[in-house]
């Protein structure tokens, strides 16, 4: 079961604390995923200052709200969405590589 799966099925959720604490929360997770798979570490760490980001046509949250046809993909400022987990990975990526330094 995919971890959206399961958020799904989670009881008494409040979307007011899950919006004020998702980012810290998926911010978290990821660094423990990029930092236990060094395959994944390298992955990541080779897209170098490359902008990053879920092509996702119905999320606007964490993704663009673009699909991987769309042409405005490649502009930032034609973005329908937050982009949440795109900025996050960048994030994780910095702070992985600020850790080689």
């Known amino acids: 079961m995919s971890i959206k799966a399961l958020g799904r099925e989670v009881k008494g959720f409040e979307d007011e604390v899950w919006t004020?604490?998702?980012?810290?929360i998926v911010?978290?997770?990821?660094k423990?995923?990029?930092r236990d798979d060094e395959e994944l570490k390298e992955k990541l760490l080779s897209t170098g200052d490359a902008i990053l980001a879920?092509?996702?046509v119905h999320d606007k949250?964490?993704?663009i709200g673009l699909s991987m046809k769309d042409p405005n993909r490649f502009n930032v400022d034609?973005?329908?969405g937050l982009s949440l987990l795109g900025?996050?990975?960048m994030q994780v990526r910095e702070e992985l590589r600020d850790e080689r330094l």
């Open 54 to 56: 879920e092509c996702a």
């Open 78 to 80: 034609k973005w329908r």
């Open 20 to 24: 004020a604490n998702r980012e810290q």
């Open 32 to 34: 423990a995923k990029f």
């Open 61 to 63: 949250v964490w993704g």
């Open 87 to 89: 900025n996050l990975i």
């Open 27 to 30: 911010y978290e997770g990821l």
